[in-house]
């Protein structure tokens, strides 16, 4: 049976969860990490799009992004996928599939979720018993907040400046921000569309199920 086109309504922000195959380890030494961060790097100019937030786990990538055109994303995702996937194999002698399927996305709204879920993002390796402390890190965007480490990966999230009148008092809050469990659990659920508000979150789902069940969708003529 075909898939589903892939629903990423441009000019929308999201949640981007790729998944080693069968939860099998993606990168177990420091020059995996930096491989798939330079890709990243050199794959995002030919195909542009906001990355706001991100962190590569043992066994899967979380990414907060906009899409500016699905296109361009559906085609960095593509490349991405393929020339890590052969770095690795080549490095490690492991053959089959390698990613799970194609990558998970979950629409979010530009209101106080989303700053909430860039920090659930940055929180993951605490949530899997990695470190206690998210500064301690190194694989995420936490220490471009917290403590003002550059990055040129990163577009600041668009809730950040609302943190506090200067640098030091931004990052001192973003440090405190505690993400509320509703948005935690929402965000743990494989099959959720989107995540925001009820009418955000209502309209979303209205909109995947016609673009699933309608051949006239725009974004099925997209190809995605």
């Not at 929180?123 to 899997?128: D, G, H, R």
């Not at 943190?163 to 659920?189: C, F, H, P, T």
């Amino acid at each position: 049976m075909p898939r589903h086109p892939r629903f990423l309504p441009p000019d929308n922000y999201y949640h981007i969860m790729n998944r080693g195959n069968n939860h099998m380890p993606i990168f177990t030494r420091t020059e995996d990490y930096q491989f798939y961060l330079q890709k990243l790097v050199e794959l995002k100019t030919e195909h542009p799009f906001e990355l706001y937030h991100y962190c590569l786990m043992g066994t899967h990538v979380h990414l907060l992004i906009k899409v500016n055109k699905n296109s361009d994303f559906s085609n960095f995702s593509k490349r991405l996928n393929l020339s890590y996937s052969s770095y690795f194999q080549r490095n490690y002698g492991t053959l089959g599939h390698f990613w799970q399927g194609r990558f998970k996305s979950q629409l979010i709204s530009n209101d106080a979720y989303f700053i909430q879920c860039g920090k659930y993002i940055e929180l993951n390796p605490i949530s899997a018993g990695m470190t206690q402390l998210p500064e301690k890190y190194p694989w995420s965007s936490y220490r471009y907040y917290a403590l003002g480490e550059q990055n040129s990966l990163l577009t600041e999230d668009i809730f950040y400046q609302d943190l506090g009148a200067n640098s030091e008092e931004r990052q001192q809050n973003y440090i405190d921000l505690v993400v509320e469990a509703s948005i935690v659990e929402e965000m743990d659920k494989n099959d959720a569309v989107a995540l925001g508000n009820k009418k955000f979150v209502y309209n979303s789902n209205r909109k995947a199920r016609y673009h699933e069940t309608n051949k006239n969708s725009s974004y099925r003529k997209r190809g995605i």
